[in-house]
């Protein structure tokens, strides 16, 4: 896809944002992305930017897709969030083999495919097959996929554990129980995912191994270089992405907010505040500072493998550390917007609160946990061999 053609569907998406915002309540109120932006998302070509080029996608570069998910959630946070996610599956299915590419896209390459990546489950070789079993919470956009993705172990006829695989679900095997009743991200619909004996055929099943190792079946045929960008940066980057956008779409309705507000107790303008001015300030250097090191590394990571090398543990544990700050920055941000927003923006109908509860709502997926990614980074700074898997 030429880089013209790209802008084209961020263009396409920046017009939609107005009836995003406006529907970002009754999302809230739905408990699930309202059905008209997944429907104008997927009219705009936001769900093509990742998918193969053989199943009508666009193969964009990976800048393009976050830039295009972040820019979402500075109108709506969930459905920023579920954006992110369910697009950024069409990636990892480009790595499946391709018979399991043609059993989800053959007869409609439109079809979105939900997850849950947490070993909450296992499958269990038999005779016959993978056998699946789990019960996987927090599949965000479960009500508009047809497919799930689940993660956990694969184990022998001893209950050995011989591999770590993600299982791609049709949705005839699995239950969606309703239990999304939360205070953030209201919207996303991240329900729990019921799988209980499922026979999972092999093409259906990608070890987490043979994706590190850039061997994944479907780079046989997908071979653009997105396609090799390590799960360690990709995974955790669309988590924080939609989180960067929510600080980014606080930012500006705070500065609108401001613009004209009185303080009742004193009578004055807020602009007239020097105070008020400074926190400004410091909001948007971090906000700026999180999206500009996010996309820094995966340019980076991508300009790698386009010269025909593989990102090395320096810019992928810089890459990790660099994605849990964003999520950080951005949060304080937004706090501190919060904070400054005066009794207004405890407002129901006050979009701050909301970027407020959502953005902490973000914040407790693992994926943020900035202790493990700050522990790999200097793990590998002082030159000690890094054993976790997501990286």
């Not at 569907?9 to 809230?28: H, S």
């Not at 739905?30 to 080029?53: M, S």
């Not at 009500?143 to 993660?151: C, P, R």
């Not at 994944?216 to 956008?245: C, D, F, Q, R």
Request: hydrophobic residues 40%; contains cysteine; aromatic residues 10%.
């Amino acid at each position: 896809m030429s880089e013209y053609a790209s802008h084209e569907v961020i263009d396409r998406i920046k017009a939609l944002l107005p009836g995003f915002a406006e529907r970002a309540q009754e999302t809230e109120d739905l408990r699930k992305v309202h059905p008209q932006n997944i429907a104008e998302l997927d009219e705009a070509g936001f769900f093509k930017l990742c998918q193969p080029a053989q199943w009508g996608g666009y193969e964009a570069d990976m800048e393009t897709f976050y830039t295009a998910a972040m820019t979402i959630a500075t109108a709506c946070p969930s459905t920023g969030w579920c954006a992110s996610i369910l697009g950024i599956h069409n990636w990892h299915l480009a790595l499946f083999p391709q018979q399991a590419q043609e059993d989800v896209w053959g007869e409609d390459p439109t079809v979105r495919i939900s997850s849950s990546y947490a070993p909450m489950g296992a499958a269990k070789k038999t005779a016959d097959g993978l056998v699946l079993n789990g019960k996987w919470s927090w599949s965000s956009g479960s009500d508009h996929a047809d497919w799930v993705f689940v993660g956990g172990p694969v184990l022998d006829e001893n209950d050995k554990m011989v591999d770590f695989c993600t299982f791609l679900v049709e949705k005839s095997q699995y239950e969606i129980v309703d239990v999304w009743h939360v205070v953030g991200l209201k919207g996303t619909g991240s329900n729990d995912i019921v799988v209980k004996d499922a026979l999972i055929p092999e093409h259906r099943v990608l070890s987490f191994g043979l994706m590190a190792a850039t061997k994944a079946p479907g780079l046989e045929v997908n071979t653009n270089p997105i396609y090799k960008m390590p799960w360690g940066t990709i995974h955790p980057t669309t988590i924080s992405t939609p989180i960067v956008g929510m600080a980014f779409g606080c930012y500006d309705v705070h500065r609108s907010h401001q613009q004209d507000r009185v303080r009742a107790a004193f009578g004055t303008k807020v602009k007239d505040d020097p105070f008020a001015k400074v926190r400004l300030a410091e909001a948007a250097g971090d906000i700026d500072a999180a999206w500009l090191q996010l996309m820094r590394n995966v340019r980076e990571e991508q300009d790698l493998i386009k010269a025909g090398d593989f990102p090395g543990m320096d810019i992928r544990t810089r890459a990790r550390r660099d994605q849990v700050r964003a999520t950080q920055r951005s949060i304080d941000a937004i706090g501190l917007l919060f904070q400054n927003s005066g009794a207004r923006a405890l407002e129901v109908s006050s979009p701050i609160q909301r970027f407020w509860r959502d953005a902490n709502a973000g914040r407790v997926h693992a994926a943020n946990e900035a202790t493990k990614a700050y522990i790999m980074y200097g793990q590998n700074e002082f030159g000690e061999k890094i054993t976790d898997s997501m990286v």
